[in-house]
C-alpha cells in the first residue's frame, strides 16, 4: 500500500509530469491573469485615467463588476481567456486551469491522486503568482476578490457556486469525451472547439451570477486575490461549492452518455493527457 | 390505432429516451439559467452591490434591459449559453433546449409525437427550476418575465417573435442539415460549429428585438419567470409565434433545400438524435 | 450575341436559380434585420422601456451609436448576425448577403451578370422588407439610416467604406478560396468557420468606423432605411465607397494568392454555388 | 559569410516573398485599423455625433479606454480584427501582423533574418499608413497612442507587456504547432481556429490590461499611432517588453513540448510559410 503509494508520487516527477504541471501554471496564470485584470482595468477605466490610485485597503471590497458594461469587459475576458487557457495547455496536461476540473478527473479516474495534488500546487501557485504581477507592477491597485452579495448567505452562495461549477465542468466533459469519441483521433479543430465551449459557457455564467457569488466555479481563482489581499472569508464556499458541482457533473455525465468503455478511455488518457499517461492509474 | 399510439407511447420511456428528457433538462436549464439570470445580474449590477434588494412585486415590471449594456450583457450571455446548451445534449437528444425546435422536429417527421411531449416537459420544469434556483437563492430578487414594449401590441409582439423564431429555427435546420450530409457521419468539430451559429443567431437577434418583445423565441424561456413570478400576461404571445416562426422555417428548409434523402434521413436520425432512435415515427 | 444573353438569362429563372435568389433573401434579411434592429434597440434601450415612441421624423438623425455600449452592440449584433446570414445560405447562392459580394464575384468569372442582377434584387428586396417590419410592427420606431459624421465629406466616407469593403471582401474571398483549395472538397466546418471569420471582421470594422461613416460596407444595408426613411441622402456614398473596394480585393487576392487553377475554380463553382452552377459564365 | 548574407537576402525579394511582404502589409492594416480606429470611434461614440472634433493636439493624450464599456469596445474590435488578420494571411505569410511574432519565429528558426527584417518593415509601414487613413480622412481625429496609466513607471509597463506578450506568442506557437503535428496537413478549419485563439487571447489581454498600459503586445501597433501623432514617448517600452515576452514564449514553448522534431519542421515550414519556404534558413 505504502510501496503503491510511492510508486505513483515518482511517476508524478516524471519529466513529462513536470511538463504537465508547469502547463498548468502557465495556463491557469492565463486565465486568473484576465479574470482578475479585467476586473481591474475596469474599474480603473470607470475612475478614469488621471483619477488617483484607489487605496489598497479600502476599496478591497468593491465589488469586481459595479455596472453592467464592467459585468461584460469581465465575462468577455473570462470566456476568451479560458478557451485560450484550456487549448494551450491541452496537449500537455488536459487544460484544466481549474482545481475544481482537475477533482472531477481524479473522481472518474482519468487521473490519479497524487497527479491531482501537483496539478493543485501549480494552479494555486500560478493564481498567486497572477495576482502578485497585478497587484505589484500595476499602481499597487487592490486586488478584488470574489465576493458575495450582501443580500445573501454564505449557504446559498455555495449552492449557487455548485450550480455553475456542475454546468461548467459537465460541458468540460462533454467536450473531452467527444473529442475522444472521434475514432479514438483528436484533431486541433476537436481540441479548440471543446476549448471554445467551456469558456463561452464560462462566460455565460460569470454573466448570469457574477454580481451574487463573483461567479468564481473554480478555487484557484479565488485564491490568489485572497492570498495577496490577505482577506480569505468566505474561501471555504469558493472550494465547497465549485468541488460538489464539480463531482456531480463527473457523475451526471457517466449516467448520461455510460462509463468510457476500455477504448475510448485508453484513447482518451494517450490523446488528451499525452504526457501523463503514465501516471493514470 | 390506440396499440400505435400505446407502442410509441411505450418507446418514449425507454432507457434511452429517458437519458434524452435529463439532458434536454439540463441544456434548457443551463440556457434558461444564463437567459434569466443575466438580466437578474445586470440590473443588479446597474444598482451597485450595495443597494436593497429590489422588492420582487414592485420591480417585476423593470425591463430586463433598461440600457445598451444589458441589452449587450443579456444577448452574449444567451448566444453563450445556448452554444453550451445546444452542444452538450447534442449527441444524447439533439440539442433543442427550445419547445420550438422540438416542435418543428416534430413536424418534420424527425421526431415521434409522443417523445416531442415529453421534450416540452422537461424543457418547461427545467425552466421553472431555474428559475426557482435564481429566485430563492440569490437574495430573492424579482425574475423578469420577458415583456411587451409598451408600445406595441400582442398581435405584433407575435409577429416579430415569429419572424426572430423563423431565423433561429432555419438556423438550427441548416446546422442539423449540413452535419448529417458530411457523409453521414458527423464530427464533433461540425456539431460545436452548428451549436456556435445558434447561439450566436440567438444573441443577434436578441440585440435586434430584446427591447420590443424581450427576445423570447423559445416558450420554454417565457414559462418559467412566468410561473416563478405569477405572471402569465401574454404567455399565449411567447407560444404561438415562436410556434409558428418554428413551422414556417421547418417549411421554408424543405422547399430551400429539397426533402432529406432517405440515406440523409436516416443518417441524421441515427447519429443527430442517437440514443432516440428507436422513438421515431 | 443577343441569343447568348437571353439564353444566359434563360438559366438565371432556372428552379436551382429560384432557390438561390430565395435564400439570398433570407440571408439578407437575417443580417439586415440584425444591423438595423440591433441600432433600433440600443436606441430604445437608452431611452428605458416607458418613454415615449421616439417621433418618426425628428429623431431619423439620431446616430445609431450614441454611446460606447450602443456601438458595441450593433457590431456584436452585425457580427453575429453576418456569421448566421452567410452560413444558412452558403450551400445554396454562396452566403453574399451583400450587393458588393456578389459584385466581386462577378468580377472574378465565379458568377453570371445576370443571375448577379438578380441576387441584388434579392438583396435590396430583402433589406427594404426587414425594415418595413422592424419599422410598422415595431411600435412605429423611425429606421436609422447609415450616415456620415458631420465632420466628415462626402467623399471621405467613400473612401473610408472602400477601404473597409476591402477588408470585409478581402476575408470573404480567403475563406471562400481556402474551402474550395482543401481537396476541391469542402466540409461544414470550414463553411462555418469562413462564415465566422467574414463576421467577426465585419464587427471589428462595425467597431472601429461605425461613428465615422455607419460602417455600412454594403449597399443593400443602407438601401433599405433610405427606402422606408425616405432619406436617400448619401446613397452615392454607400453604393460607390464598397464597390470600389470590393473590386480592388478581388484584384488583390487574385495576385496575392495567384488565380484560381482550373480545378479549384470547377470545384468551387460545384460546390459553392452548388445550385447555380448552371449559370455560371 | 558575406555571400551567404547576400544569397539571402536575395531570396528575401523573390515573387513569393513579395507577395508575403503584401500580405502581411493587408494583415497589419487590418489589425491596427481595428485596434486605433476603434478607440477612436468609441470616444466619437461617447461624445455623440454633434461635438465639435477633438483638437489634434490637446486630446491626443486622452485614454482610448475611458470607460468600461469603450474598453469592451477596444477589446473586442482588436479580438476580431486579429482573427481575420491572422486568417487572411495565414497560407501566404503565416500571418504574424506583428513584430513581436515574427522575432520569437526568427529565433525559433522557422524563419530567416533577413526576411524578418522585411516582415517587420511591411508591419510597421502598414500601421502608420493605417493611421494616417484613420487620421486624414476622419475628420482630422487625433490617433490615440498606447499610453502608460499614470501612476506605472516605464519599467513597470515593460513588465506587464512583457508578460501579455508571453502570453500572446505563447498562443500563436500552440496553434501553429497543433497544426502541423496533425499529420503534416493543415486544414482551413485548424487554421482559422488557430487564428481564432489567438484573437480571443489577444481580447482577453486588452481587457485585462489596457486601462494600465494599452496592452499593445505589438510594436507596430504602438509605433503608427506614434508616428502620425509625433509623441514617441515610451516607444522603447513597447519594443522592449513584447521582444523580451515574445523571445521567452519561443522557448518556453520549447521546453513544454518539445522541439519540432525534423518532419513537423519541414511540414510546417512547407504549409504554414508556404510562399516563403525557399528563404528559411
Known amino acids: 500500500m505504502a510501496s503503491n503509494l510511492l510508486c505513483k508520487l515518482k511517476r508524478s516527477v516524471s519529466a513529462a ?19 482578475v485584470g479585467s476586473a481591474i482595468s475596469a474599474r480603473m477605466a470607470m475612475s478614469g485615467p488621471g483619477a488617483p490610485a484607489p487605496d489598497a485597503t479600502s476599496s478591497a471590497g468593491a465589488s469586481a463588476a459595479s455596472d453592467a458594461a464592467s459585468l461584460v469587459a469581465t465575462a468577455v475576458a473570462q470566456a476568451f481567456g479560458l478557451f485560450g487557457a484550456v487549448l494551450i495547455a491541452a496537449d500537455v496536461s488536459g487544460g484544466h486551469a481549474n482545481p475544481a476540473v482537475t477533482f472531477a478527473f481524479a473522481i472518474g479516474g482519468h ?9 493543485w500546487a501549480s494552479q494555486m ?39 455553475l461549477t456542475f454546468m461548467l465542468v459537465y460541458t468540460v466533459h462533454v467536450a473531452g469525451d467527444l473529442r475522444a469519441a472521434a475514432g479514438g ?3 486541433f479543430a476537436a481540441t ?10 464560462a462566460g455565460a455564467l460569470v454573466l448570469s451570477a457574477g454580481p451574487m457569488t463573483g461567479a ?26 465549485p468541488m ?37 492509474v
Open 244 to 280: 460538489i458541482g464539480a463531482a456531480v457533473a463527473a457523475l451526471a455525465h457517466q449516467i448520461l452518455v455510460g462509463p468510457p468503455d476500455a477504448v475510448a478511455a485508453a484513447a482518451q488518457s494517450s490523446s488528451r493527457h499525452g504526457n501523463v499517461e503514465t501516471v493514470v
Open 17 to 35: 509530469s513536470l511538463r504537465s504541471y508547469l502547463a498548468e501554471f502557465i495556463s491557469t496564470f492565463l486565465f486568473v491573469f484576465a479574470a
Open 216 to 241: 468564481s466555479m473554480n478555487p484557484a481563482r479565488s485564491f490568489g486575490p485572497a492570498v495577496v489581499s490577505g482577506d480569505y472569508k468566505n474561501q471555504a464556499v469558493y472550494w465547497a461549492g
Open 185 to 187: 483521433k483528436r484533431g
Open 125 to 163: 501557485l500560478a493564481s498567486v503568482f497572477a495576482c502578485l504581477v497585478l497587484h505589484y507592477i500595476s499602481a499597487g491597485q487592490a486586488v478584488p476578490t470574489t465576493r458575495i452579495n450582501v443580500h445573501m448567505t454564505g449557504f446559498g452562495a455555495a449552492i449557487i457556486e455548485a450550480f
Open 111 to 119: 487521473i490519479g491522486v497524487p497527479t491531482a495534488v501537483f496539478y
Open 192 to 201: 479548440a472547439l471543446g476549448a471554445l465551449a467551456v469558456g463561452m459557457v
